[in-house]
């Protein structure tokens, strides 16, 4: 099979590409990325097209299968895809939602402005850093006995609710409230429930961060009161998903797929996309464990909150409850009706979208569509953006989750400086708390793509509304 070259793409809207389906005789639909020109010519030098084209080749996909301008190699599925496939007669792949299952964003909002607290910020980041473990291997406070366990893997945040590190007000900034209809801790195999353990209120390592932000833009004033965001508002940003438990579900429920899918006349070009039909025992399976694995992320992110509200207590004297303004998942599947058809809408560093009116929204934010917060790379900008109605009839109510990799990490260790790159940081006037020089250089911002460009790109396209611009101002990281 050969590669995606640049004369295969064909430009049909602005920032809107197709490879149709006669390029590939086992293509079911046709494949849609959504990248400016600069973007394009880069992706046809890696794999990540060639990913895309493979998930057009799963059975019972939808019309289309789609690539957001974040877009980078993944295993089987590119990261920064989103595939729908029909309930009744498709499938589901564990890589089309990732190892690290419900990795998503969450962004708390404040009273204050940044001048308010600005002498207090090193004090503030280092109090975060000693109350929110981070790093590989770093035990959360808390350690789960089997009773427990099951407790978060099948209520999710009803747990911590019941608990006291939540409210019903924090549930209601969450998708689908922060408890996954469906999931079993009966699915969650014994190996992944060890793993997860002790990791509750961890941040992990790799890209994951916390970041203590300012607003420094707003881009749609209306929109912005609604979600409570104004100019020099301090907010926080956490960023991490379900540890070493979800990773260890996506292991073995690709090993057992590879092995059942000859038994279902499944024939697919990667081994990556292993996968089952979705209403197969083994395909139910799966599904039951993801969303465990999603409830088991939103404790992690509500603890890390809880974490983060008694720092910001201890060190500015307040009694201000940081609130949620929303939590957004990037790695996940979900049953959702579109175009009349129920599908099982895969998003892999990608961000569902909403739009206005949306019943599976906050009420509070039906007239101003979705938030979804997307990340940029360690010490850019990141956005606050809306979903809109294109983006529920074109992408599957979908955008982009981040700014996406240019740079592997491997190459980054090689050709970023600590050095420099600390002294960058500070340059800006940005507090670091990194557990390791390798956690920083991985996650520099020359590894990634210009996280203004892709914002640009979903704009331009209508699937998403610019809200804020929100500018780091103290970063912790593994």
Partial sequence: MRPVALADLQHVAPCAWEIPRSFRNDMRVTARLYANEAMVEHLV?????????????????????????????????????????????????????????????????????????????????????????????????????????????????????????????????????????????????????????????????????????????????????????FEDQVTVLIHTGSRGLGHQIC???????????????????????????????????????????????????????????????RILGTDEELAIVYDVSHNIAKLEEHGGVACVVHRKGSTRAFGPGSEDIPERYRSAGQPVLVPGSMGTSSYVLAGTGVAMSETFGSTCHGAGRVMSRHKAKKAIDYNRLRQELHDMGIEVRAASAKGLIEEAPAAYKDVEQVVDVMAATGVTAKVARLVPVAIIKG
């Avoid at 912005?224 to 965001?229: K, Q």
């Avoid at 139910?284 to 465990?292: D, E, G, L, T």
């Fill in 45 to 229: 030098q890696e794999r990540a097209l060639d990913q895309l084209v493979n998930t057009a080749t799963l059975p019972g996909v939808q019309e289309p299968a789609l690539a957001m301008p974040d877009i980078h190699q993944g295993y089987g599925f590119p990261i920064g895809g989103v595939v729908a496939t029909r309930a009744a007669d498709g499938v589901i792949s564990p890589g089309g939602v990732g190892y690290d299952i419900n990795c998503g964003v969450r962004l708390l909002a404040s009273g204050a402005r940044f001048p308010e607290i600005r002498d207090r910020l090193a004090a503030l980041a280092t109090q975060i850093q000693r109350d929110v473990p981070t790093g590989v291997g770093h035990r959360g406070r808390i350690t789960l006995d089997d009773r427990a366990m099951d407790e978060v893997l099948n209520t999710g945040l009803r747990w911590a609710i019941a608990q006291g590190y939540a409210s019903e007000t924090d549930a209601c900034s969450v998708e689908e409230r922060g408890s996954f209809a469906g999931a079993s801790a009966q699915d969650v195999p014994e190996r992944a429930r060890q793993r997860g353990r002790d990791q509750l209120g961890t941040l992990g390592s790799g890209n994951h961060f916390l970041e203590i932000q300012r607003v420094a833009q707003i881009h749609d004033s209306a929109r912005a009161a609604a979600f409570g965001l």
């Fill in 251 to 313: 292991t073995e429920y690709v090993r057992l797929m590879d092995k059942v899918m000859a038994e279902y006349g499944i024939a697919l070009p990667d081994r990556e996309l292993a996968c089952a039909p979705f209403a197969s025992p083994e395909g139910q399976a799966y599904f039951r464990a993801m969303a465990a694995a999603a409830n088991f992320a939103w404790c992690n992110r509500q603890l890390i909150t809880h974490a983060v509200r008694g720092a910001w207590r």
